[in-house]
């Protein structure tokens, strides 16, 4: 019977959410957690042997201890294939189950399948190491698609031990990785062409053999000539709101911005603002909210005449989980309104 080892975070280990992030990574015999699902999902034709946990912020704050307890539990469990995630949209986790499954299959040369949405920003990361014994399966947004994440992570997982050929991402159904490869046909390059261009042509779908990433392309802005003349705005993606959150943003997948008014105020005060953001632990924030609204430092620059003046209002959104489409649709209009108040130059914060 086939062996696995399942990862995933201290969240679908079941052990608790972000109070829980610092975690070391532990391991739990057999079937914990979401593996548990894997397990139903693969019956009979496989065994998840162990369920290997690590908290979302420990993997990334203590990397090389990760790194060596992750491959130690591996070494005595020698798994046929690992399954990682799935990740859905939670960048923290993506990135981590992409570096785990790297990790794994150069140290230990086993075969390894993750899955999450394709907007994930560890994706990009995925398509960087071009790894051929990596796949990444695309999901939905949220866990709400977990029984289908984990059907198809089954299914794919037995295929790939079945030793059966895998297609070309298109076909297989995984996430490309960028990875051109050399195929014979008794077609020409030629013949291909021309069948593509009257496919496109008579508005028939037809499959590309050379797909290619469009990327958007962001010019950088000019420097400030003087900035000690510059109007300078807060913009912030930590969540940071009047206490109660007056406006009900969500933890995450928010489409929509606010700006509040911080003219009269010198500093921000714990205990009048709360940080909504599901990506971090937010008690840190909710104890300090200048970290993600650096009023008192800009304060002092405008005092010092570093900066010309700050702008009476922060703009901010929860970042956590933001579809890149939504994200970019609220830049513009972020953008728009800094221009209509004559703001010169932006202070970007981020978590």
Known sequence: MLSVVHIVNQFFAGLGGEEKADVPVGVIEGAAGVARGLQVQFG???KVVSTVFFGDNYFHEHPEAARDAILQELRLRRPQIV?????????RYGLACVKICQMISEELGAPCVTAMHPENPAVAAYREYHNLKVFLLPTAQTATGMTEALSAMA??????????????AQEAG??????????KTDRTGADRAIDLLLKRLRGEPFMTEVPMEIWDQATPAAALADLSRATIAIV????????????????YRNTYW???????????????????????NVSFMNQNPHYGVPLDALRSLEVEG????????YYVVPGNQGAPSVMRRIGEEIAADLRSEGVDGVLLVAT
């Open 44 to 46: 009979d034709l496989a």
């Open 83 to 91: 399954v990682a995630g799935p990740a859905f949209n939670a960048g």
């Open 155 to 168: 299914r794919f997982t037995c295929r790939l031990e079945s030793g059966a050929e895998i297609e070309c």
């Open 174 to 183: 995984y996430v490309s990785r960028g990875v051109r490869r050399l195929e």
């Open 236 to 251: 912030s993606t930590s969540g940071v709101v009047p206490w109660g959150n007056p406006d009900g943003f969500k933890t």
């Open 258 to 280: 606010r700006k509040y008014n911080i003219a009269e105020l010198k500093c921000m005060e714990p205990g009048r603002w709360e940080a909504v953001h599901g990506g971090y």
């Open 306 to 313: 570093v900066i010309g003046r700050l702008y009476p209002s």
